[in-house]
């Protein structure tokens, strides 16, 4: 007769970490409330972490919104005052068109001798008046200047011409206060010259 030998239990794994939870269990008392507990506890922790996370996102959006109405309101006023330029230049076009058409019909219609007259080159307008060597505008400029009308307005057209040779921009003319002189410049070529 052999002796007998201890048996060998051939178990899986999964058997023996149920078996050894289970004696866990038992050995540390109400397994339950703390699994239970645990639970709830990491329930929470989600619920949490997901109120935080959509609160964020309302801000950020709620932010994203206020930036947004912000640049729209600016791209607003950007395109007013675009669409407000525009319209002012267009009213100066038809107004300097409208005075062409005048100045036409007034040199058409009169039958005296026909005068020279030399349109002032500040205002663009009006037509200068002589006395003497003063030379004067309805728009309120005056300037000293010893050429005649003539040569006064062969001379304003060769620096035009002279200007309009390097630069596209327009010649701006001005009156300096303390010499009196008519001048032009350009601020884009810093062309500058006195008449």
Known sequence: MSSPQSPVYRTPVEQKRHAQDVAKRHRTGMPKLRDMLREKYR??????RTRLTDANRTVQLAELKEFLRTELSEFDKDLELEQNILDELLSDVNEWYALGEQNLETYVESDAPIQQNVLCPVC???PLQRQETVYRCECGI??????NMEQLERKIHQQIASHETKCTQALRFFIEPSTGRLY????????????
Do not use: A, P, V, W
């Open 43 to 48: 329930k929470r922790i989600i619920e949490t």
């Open 124 to 126: 663009l307008i009006k």
């Open 142 to 147: 005056q300037f000293e200047h010893t050429s």
């Open 184 to 195: 032009n410049m350009c601020g884009s070529c810093d062309y500058f010259s006195s008449i």
